[in-house]
């Protein structure tokens, strides 16, 4: 019986690629990928050579019994998502579930994930924390933010660009204008930056300051 492995891809930065993550690779027998196209430029900066298969979140419940056929019947798969470890807002669970109800080896690597250096540098305590991913665009936002109102520990949300000044208002409606709060963007890249303060500075600052780049957000939870 095959292995599945969890593969974390850089968020950013190349290097932090790991020597086991680019091992792990070359020894598959094949590569899931979220988008072969932007996944082969990374396999093919590390000289990788293995054989791509598209997997992602429209088609994963279709593919995913072929790849566990893959696996009982002996082949190692290796799954990676655009950036950072698969399954943390990425596609990934499905298949992994359907892995482990196989009896199939699943393997993680550790590695790569956005939220967790943004946690830390965040000035945030981290000790006790809540991951809440992206929050529905429309239906069901405002009761998912009403859910988090006696929140008391530290709550992490990913946001795009172009809804992180909507998101930071509706937070401060919420949650009031001085709760604390992190923006961190493009992790691990040239442009790294975290804008902190209160929501009602954060939202002043990115008033001024369009912001670019993928959005971590990490509010201060509810002072006990």
Request: hydrophobic share 40%; aromatic share 8%.
């Amino acid at each position: 019986m095959g292995i599945l492995y969890i593969v974390p891809t850089p968020v950013g930065n190349m290097e932090d690629m790991t020597l086991r993550a680019i091992r792990i690779l070359k020894e598959a027998d094949v590569v899931l990928a979220e988008d072969t196209r932007t996944s082969g430029i990374l396999l093919k900066h590390f000289e990788i050579k293995q054989h791509l298969m598209s997997h992602h979140k429209f088609n994963e419940h279709g593919t995913s019994a072929a790849v566990v056929e893959r696996l009982l019947a002996g082949q190692t798969v290796a799954l990676i998502s655009d950036a950072g470890t698969p399954g943390i807002s990425d596609p990934g669970f499905f298949l992994v579930r359907e892995a482990v109800k196989a009896g199939i080896e699943v393997q993680t690597l550790p590695g790569a994930t956005a939220f967790v250096p943004a946690l830390v540098s965040s000035g945030l305590p981290c000790d006790r924390f809540c991951f809440e991913g992206f929050l529905p665009q429309k239906k069901g936002r405002q009761t998912k933010l009403q859910s988090l109102v006696d929140e008391e520990r530290t709550m992490i949300f990913y946001e795009s660009p172009y809804r992180v000044l909507k998101t930071l208002q509706q937070f401060s409606e919420v949650f009031g204008a001085d709760r604390q709060v992190s923006c961190c963007r493009e992790i691990s890249k040239v442009h790294e930056e975290s804008v902190r303060g209160t929501l009602e500075e954060v939202i002043a600052h990115f008033k001024e300051h369009e912001p670019r780049g993928e959005f971590v957000i990490v509010l201060a939870g509810k002072p006990s």
